[in-house]
């Protein structure tokens, strides 16, 4: 016997079974979507909404070929970035560097002019003291080949410095030659007061 259905039985049966259809077929599109194959969320959100289902902010470069490229060259960026800042803190470190040595070289060449002229005026006096040396021996000879109360008259009119020179450069004349000095005899016809203060001065060292 051929089992009949009533209409109204199957009625139930085709909405539900179109109902499931239309279940797994938006599940599907949903998963997809969501596996980014596909967008169909602007499609279904005001549904989604009223479910209670917020929307999923698409990725911006998730279909971007170049993704990894950019990626690559952010990193390489930011490396950049990195070697120009150490770059630019060396830079400072060698300008200060250079200060310091421009500094000494300052420095250097000031102790070194200062020492040119300390020579030169070392020199300078040097060449006085020999000229003086020479005009001195030459006097100490003049006086010494004359009698002595002549050399005596010359001596008096001496200021006590010179008097001092010429009597020591004298003695050191006759140590040297073995002669006798007339450094005593000389001294013997000055003035008895200033040949006391001469003799008193010659004992002196010259930075007493």
């Not at 599109?29 to 989604?48: C, E, N």
């Not at 040595?101 to 070392?122: D, G, K, Y």
């Amino acid at each position: 016997m051929a089992v009949r259905y009533s209409k109204l039985g199957a009625i139930p049966q085709i909405i539900l079974l179109l109902l499931l259809i239309i279940g797994l077929t938006v599940g599907g599109l949903l998963w997809f979507d969501y596996l980014g194959l596909i967008r169909v969320q602007d499609t279904f959100a005001p549904i989604l909404g009223l479910v209670g289902v917020e929307r999923r902010e698409p990725f911006e470069d998730a279909d971007d070929v170049m993704l990894m490229d950019r990626l690559r060259l952010g990193a390489l960026q930011e490396a950049l970035e990195l070697e120009m800042e150490e770059i630019a803190e060396q830079r400072v470190v060698l300008e200060n560097r250079r200060a310091e040595l421009e500094q000494m070289a300052q420095v250097l060449a000031s102790s070194e002019e200062e020492l040119q002229e300390r020579e030169v005026s070392l020199n300078e006096r040097l060449r006085q003291y020999e000229n003086r040396r020479a005009v001195l021996e030459q006097n100490s000879r003049y006086l010494t080949s004359m009698r002595p109360n002549e050399a005596v008259r010359i001596l008096e009119g001496y200021d006590d410095q010179l008097l001092i020179d010429t009597l020591r450069v004298t003695e050191e004349i006759a140590r040297e030659t073995g002669t006798v000095s007339l450094v005593s005899v000389w001294l013997s016809s000055l003035p008895p007061e200033r040949a006391a203060d001469i003799q008193r001065k010659m004992t002196l060292r010259p930075d007493d």
